[in-house]
């Protein structure tokens, strides 16, 4: 009985029919689409504006960084993922990179590229190695593309390591493609692990790997990503801060 | 040479020491770190405001679909994955299903509940069938709930089918559980695939569901999430708009 009141209360409700509630549903659908589309656009904002002002902070790190020798060859060897396509010939090399930036595309969606930034060195003449990936946005196809090596006279490890590398990498549970493989290949763009490792993990906290011991570490204990902390004080960080601004004052 | 002039150079530069600058990069490292956590915050906010902006579009949806018989039901029995864990019994009482929420918690992260509003039925008392979700933010372990069902005399549809399930499921590619195992199994709250879906698939639009023939398809029709548009005019939507506002003031 109470159904059948229930019926009577509803057809009164239904001055629409079926097909004219089903294009209401569809126009609510139309509009709650529109809705997810500017709630994308507007986090999108929320994001570039962080990049910049996370910008001043990277440079200012990258200033202090430039002042520890070896920094980034060594966050890069204690990396648990990007150091296992190292070659011992290539750290020698990568003793000389002084710099490391990423840099996000303006609109952040459509790509990124990763500077490597050399002091002169015995094995190329390029100061700055680039590998830049397009995503793909409007319809293109993902690509990826590397500045093109200038390597000095029997100094091209590309061509140097293949001979050697067989023998025992493997041993070493290290990758079957070295630093200067993975910087020259273009063929897949979208599957880049190294790439995204660097953007994603080593570049917004390269200070946690450059302070884990270069040691065998269980994977386990890099997981939490916070290895190096316990190592270097935390305590008193505002005041840090602080007295280094007034340190850089002084020094630029 | 030219390496010689650049460590006069750095030596210059370098008026703060080693652990200096290490002190100096961590402490970047702590702004950063600050700076990535505002942003979080502050996306988050955004995606509360929209969550606050789609909810009366939500409520006016779920206006129009209640005047359309069964197309919770409908919608539910298209669904791909939803739909294998339908049993016959069960989609008769889905029938009955006139209402579908789902209501995030307003701080997003912490979690969500799905309600279900049944009109009056002869299989259980209940009018609403809640489940919620607590996702286990503040150190608290994942948990959910459902709202115990008051099976009205020899109509427990968790008694009734599994005796004959096992005969002819697996033949029709059914999942080997019933909807209502679903809905009272809280075993496993954080690998509820179906509660997920109906989360973020079948709630955000289920037109498309509602819209495609209720006939064996392939899984790669449904993959775009778009089956049905063709079948239901797009044109002149913005104009729909109009005319559905007119009505809902007309009827409420």
Not at 109 to 125: A, D, M, Q, T, V
């Amino acid at each position: 009985m109470a159904t059948t009141a229930k019926k009577a209360k509803k057809s009164a409700e239904a001055m629409i029919d079926e097909p004219e509630a089903l294009e209401a549903v569809d126009s609510c659908q139309n509009d709650i689409d529109a809705l997810n589309e500017q709630a994308s656009e507007e986090i999108l904002k929320v994001e570039q504006k962080y990049n910049e002002k996370r910008k001043p902070l990277y440079q200012k790190r990258n200033e202090y960084i430039k002042r520890i020798p070896t920094f980034w060859m060594t966050a890069i060897m204690n990396h648990p993922q990007i150091s296992s396509i190292l070659e011992q010939e290539e750290e020698d090399c990568l003793q000389y990179l002084e710099k490391l930036e990423v840099e996000e595309f303006e609109d952040i969606k459509s790509g990124y590229r990763i500077l490597f930034h050399f002091e002169e060195n015995p094995f190329f003449e390029n100061l700055v190695l680039t590998k830049e990936f397009k995503l793909g946005s409007n319809g293109e196809s993902p690509s990826s593309t590397s500045t093109a090596i200038k390597w000095k006279p029997d100094h091209d490890l590309t061509k140097v390591l293949p001979k050697k590398m067989d023998s025992n990498r493997r041993k070493r549970g290290l990758e079957n493609r070295t630093f200067f493989d993975w910087f020259t290949d273009n063929n897949d763009p979208i599957n880049d692990d190294i790439a995204e490792l660097i953007k994603d993990d080593l570049w917004p906290n390269p200070l946690q790997y450059y302070l884990v011991p270069d040691i065998e570490v269980e994977p386990e204990d890099d997981d939490d990503g916070d290895g190096g902390d316990e190592e270097f004080g935390e305590e008193g960080d505002e005041e840090e801060v602080d007295e280094v601004e007034d340190e850089e004052e002084k020094t630029s």
